[in-house]
């Protein structure tokens, strides 16, 4: 009975550190936006081609976004640690992004803070990634507090983008 016991706590820990990989697998590489199956290519004002590209670093990852934004350019590098801690760098723009990642079960919550026009912007992107590791899809939700409350002034929008990832 004792060996069992043993020979299924092995197995569970092999288990664990199997799930443990792929929470935190390989999502490096290039991604490029499917514009037919993303909301912002398809909003008042839309995204056009977008990738983001993600790369290990020795503390946590760094997130480079290229895209158009109604035909004007956008680049932006973040550094992020996936513990939690807030990062600086700086946006698009150069404004500084105060940013802070971490894993929530098998998704990769990044959340940003930034002053566009005097007023404070924040973002919460989740990224999914599939299981064969050839899409990878972003939970969008954008506020902006600009310090006054309206019906007609919504301060929140959503959106769902769906990123291929480019070959090798």
Do not use: C
């Not at 664990?16 to 499917?34: I, Y």
């Not at 807030?86 to 940013?99: C, F, L, M, N």
């Not at 929008?157 to 070959?167: L, S």
């Amino acid at each position: 009975m004792l060996r069992l016991g043993f020979v299924s706590l092995i197995a569970l820990l092999g288990i664990s550190r199997g799930l443990s990989a792929q929470v935190n697998g390989d999502f490096s590489g290039t991604w490029k936006m499917d514009a037919a199956r993303s909301e912002s290519a398809h909003q008042d004002v839309p995204t056009g081609s977008s990738t983001v590209t993600i790369q290990p670093t020795g503390t946590g990852i760094t997130m480079e976004t290229i895209r158009s934004e109604g035909g004007k350019p956008f680049h932006e590098t973040l550094n992020l640690k996936v513990d939690g801690t807030e990062t600086t760098s700086v946006g698009d723009g150069g404004g500084i992004v105060t940013a802070k990642a971490h894993w929530d079960g098998a998704k990769l919550v990044v959340e940003t803070g930034r002053n566009i026009h005097d007023s404070t912007v924040t973002t919460v992107y989740v990224y999914t990634f599939s299981a064969n590791g050839r899409e990878m899809t972003i939970d969008k939700t954008l506020t902006v507090q600009h310090g006054y409350q309206g019906v007609s002034a919504p301060t929140t929008g959503h959106g769902k983008d769906v990123f291929t990832r480019v070959a090798k």
